[in-house]
């Protein structure tokens, strides 16, 4: 029978949420808190100790028996250093459980065992957490029991930001403080705060666990880095929404539960493109909210998938040769009261406010394209941007049919009479209502798309912390905001002045719009023609990070210092060049030890079949030519392990940007080198020697 979930009921049960400080706190802390919350400050030093009381005592009610601080640092996943709420014991052997306002509001980790990019030196350990009180806090529960998580920022004792958060808080009061500019010049004097709304769509690969724990470049690379292509692979197209099998539907089931209580508004489910491919996604929440629901979203698949057998796979590209696995970030800007900045209305060609946003957008994408292409760029990622299935690396904005034609009216003519409208969808079947159609389609080819009320950067990658793709978007839309505000605020005729600078954005930048497909050769020439940048790699779009002008941006709006983003490059080259190491690593370990004694013993046992059949008075030739095409292929498996091995100890003698670009243009090269052999033997090997799962059983045997 199966289990009753009262949804309402169990909602938010884990969270400490608004509601229950409301019921806990008095009137007059309560309103400190919101107002806080709300408008920035600091608590009083007595109101921290009454709210700390108050989210402690609801913690041990539930369970809880340690709290920590809860952080994002520059690894990519979150950190916690968990303390009980013991105190020292009395005379008596007596203890209590204890929290103060100092102990919610500060924390000391160790600042040096973090990437930090140069900012703190192994002997230089002070950091601090500091409490966002704009994200609630919750309960954890697993093994080690039921912890209270406080979401914080991560600085060092120098001031500088050691994680994601920090800069992401930043660039969101910097966007708020240029959005309300822009609503002020059109009259909304009502609204205090201008927020990002944020929608994550999380896609993941589920495995047999088994079977993950035969493969070692699953373990330790979190991809495959061996595999011949099973025999059937997604083009049936037959997985992409399909019936939801009943181990995947368990493993969701409780997903959804764990998340609910975490507060998560899990809200849809299903079967993605390639087999062993799924997707979940949220309802829309406040942006710094949003990235750190996401990251329990993936921390909590992996607990799940442990529970259920299975691991989940979240690295961008864990199978060549099937659809990789993104995080679609849709993104909008709304007013405190309920004013969406990229609604455009029934009569988009009207709603000027929109057009002004909009222009703005479409500026802001154009001059640091390589910038937000930078934000989107990761290892895994490299796999899969631009490799048909994904966004190209170069980056675009579709508008769609309707908006592309009230832009170009406003370009030719400086005004749009009309706007496009959707129409009626006839279904022809009597028994079937006809349908109010979009007055566009949607472009799954774009890197950046506009869909109806907010863009959807569609580039991020699975596995990666979105605070970096936002802190970016924050930070180039509120440099756009300034400028036009600048410019408005100061103008004699605003309505003349507001029109102008719109048809000047959109003129100027209008080489970033494009509604076609992505995927063709043909828009990597136009590209090319329009002067976009196409950034084929992690490695080669870190230099965005140290253009003047980014530095210049970042720090006129306080989001980052120079320091900041040296220290976010040298740790960009660094991670790539340890994965690659990792990953060349775990191929050698692999091809020795494991692909290049199973392929021996299939030899060795084909050369002993040629010499019975010999002797029985028939000529082998089958035998013979699968021998002399097994031991090329093995010939040639062991020059590509005696050159990776040669080259990876030169590379792990260099630094910085000088060792990424190795791994890149060396190590990669020769990995692909190994690999290709490799996956030829598999598919002449016999089945009971070859040493560990293949494609067909990873991805068809869930």
């Given amino acids: ?72 640092p520059l690894t990519g996943i979150t950190a916690e250093k968990h303390d009980s709420f013991i ?72 001031g500088e930001a050691l994680d994601k958060k920090t800069p992401l808080l930043r660039s969101e009061e910097a966007l708020n403080e240029q959005a309300l500019r822009i609503v002020r010049l059109f009259g909304n004097t009502a609204a ?24 070692e470049d699953l373990i330790f690379a979190g991809r495959t880095l061996f595999g011949a292509p099973a025999p059937k692979g997604q083009e049936m197209e037959d997985h992409y929404f399909g019936a939801i099998r009943e181990r995947i539907g368990a493993f969701m089931k409780d997903l959804n539960v764990e998340l609910w209580k975490l507060g998560v508004t899990a809200k849809t489910q299903h079967n993605e493109v390639a087999p062993a491919q799924h997707e979940l996604a949220p309802i829309y929440e406040s942006g710094n909210v949003a990235i750190d629901h996401n990251q329990l979203v993936m921390e909590t698949m992996k607990k799940v998938a442990g529970r259920h057998g299975m691991n989940c796979l979240l690295h961008e590209k864990p199978f060549a040769g099937v659809n990789g696995s993104g995080k679609h970030d849709n993104w909008s800007m709304v007013t405190d009261n309920g004013v969406n900045l990229l609604d455009p209305g029934y009569t988009p060609n009207e709603n000027i406010q929109f057009l002004l946003v909009l222009a703005c957008m479409i500026k802001a994408v154009d001059e640091h394209a390589d910038l937000l292409r930078q934000s989107a760029a990761d290892v895994g990622n490299d796999h899969r941007l631009g490799a048909d299935e994904a966004p190209p690396a170069i980056i675009s904005i579709f508008l769609g049919d309707q908006l592309e034609d009230v832009v170009r009216q406003l370009v030719s003519t400086g005004e749009a009479k009309k706007s496009k409208k959707g129409g009626k969808l006839m279904t022809g079947v009597s028994t079937l209502p006809d ?140 991670t790539y060049s340890k994965t690659i190491n990792i990953e060349a690593l775990t191929m050698i370990d692999m091809a020795k030890k494991q692909i290049i004694p199973a392929v021996t013993d299939y030899t060795g046992g084909l050369a002993q079949t040629v010499i019975a059949i010999k002797e029985a008075g ?85």
């Fill in 1 to 72: 029978m199966t289990e009753q979930i009262n949804i309402e009921e169990l909602f938010g049960k884990n969270v400490f949420t608004v509601g229950k400080m409301r019921e806990r706190l008095p009137r007059a802390v309560f309103k400190e808190v919101m107002k806080v919350m709300e408008e920035g400050g600091e608590l009083s030093k007595t109101s921290a100790d009454v709210v700390a009381k108050a989210m402690k005592d609801w913690a041990v009610e539930n369970g809880a028996t340690h709290y920590t601080h809860w952080f994002q």
């Fill in 87 to 158: 105190t020292h014991p009395d005379e008596e052997g007596r203890t209590w459980m204890e929290f103060s306002g100092k102990e919610l509001i500060k924390g000391e980790p160790d600042a040096s065992s973090f990437p930090s990019g140069g900012l703190r030196a192994t002997f230089e350990a002070r950091g601090y957490t500091a409490w966002d009180i704009t994200s609630p806090a919750f309960l954890k529960e697993d093994a080690t029991g039921k912890i209270l998580c406080i979401p914080t920022a991560f600085c060092a004792y120098t």
């Fill in 192 to 215: 205090k705060k201008v927020t990002t709304s944020v929608g994550l769509e999380q896609e993941y690969f589920l495995v047999d666990h088994e079977k993950y724990l035969q493969r």
């Fill in 435 to 574: 349908l109010e159609k979009d007055a566009t389609d949607r472009n799954r080819t774009s890197p950046f798309a506009f869909t109806g009320n907010k863009f959807e950067f569609r580039m991020v990658g699975s596995a990666d912390s979105v605070a970096g793709p936002n802190t970016t978007l924050n930070a180039i839309v509120a440099e756009a905001f300034c400028e036009a505000a600048n410019v408005l605020e100061k103008a004699e005729d605003f309505d003349l002045a507001v029109h102008d600078l719109i048809k000047e954005y959109l003129t100027d930048h209008q080489r970033i719009i494009f509604n076609g497909d992505g995927y063709s050769e043909a828009w990597v020439e136009e590209a090319a023609r329009r002067g976009l940048p196409n950034i084929k790699s992690m490695v080669e779009s870190v230099d965005a990070l140290l253009k003047p002008e980014t530095v210049k941006m970042f720090e006129r709006f306080k989001i980052f210092t120079k320091t900041e983003l040296q220290s976010r490059a040298e740790i960009l080259y660094e």
């Fill in 618 to 702: 028939v000529e082998p030739k089958a035998q013979k030519k699968l021998l002399k095409d097994a031991n090329a292929l093995l010939e040639e498996m062991v020059k590509a392990v005696e050159t990776l091995e040669k080259d990876v100890a030169k590379a792990v003698k260099m630094e910085g940007k000088k060792q990424a670009i190795y791994y890149r243009d060396t190590i990669c090269v020769d990995m692909t080198a190994l690999r290709t052999p490799a996956d030829a033997l598999e598919r002449i090997v016999d089945k009971e020697l070859w040493p560990f799962p293949t494609y067909g059983e990873l991805i068809f045997e869930v």
